[in-house]
């Protein structure tokens, strides 16, 4: 997907998600991800969900998301915080 450069997925229900695996892979175009609101208490997949997304992706997060902000510690991509009107 080479033409997808922003997501909003902040009101997204993932309470009962539980596989995450490669969910964005391949996004080589997104420059900025909305997961504000992703709630990852039953994820037990998400290898390899940013796999091929660009390093300098912004990627709006709460305190929470410990398992996904795991995924991106290799990116050198922003986390900023949600209330910085990236809605």
């Not at 504000?36 to 660009?54: A, I, K």
């Not at 996904?68 to 910085?84: E, F, G, P």
Request: hydrophobic share 35%; charged share 25%.
């Amino acid at each position: 997907m080479n033409v997808l450069t922003s997501l909003n997925l902040s009101i997204f229900e993932t309470s009962k998600v539980t596989r995450m695996k490669q969910m964005f892979y391949g996004c080589k175009s997104l420059q900025y991800i909305n997961l504000e609101n992703f709630l990852e208490n039953g994820l037990s997949s998400y290898d390899g969900m940013f796999d091929e997304v660009p390093d300098n992706v912004v990627i709006c997060l709460n305190e929470k998301n410990s398992k996904i902000l795991s995924k991106i510690q290799n990116k050198k991509c922003y986390n900023i915080d949600c209330s910085d009107n990236w809605r």
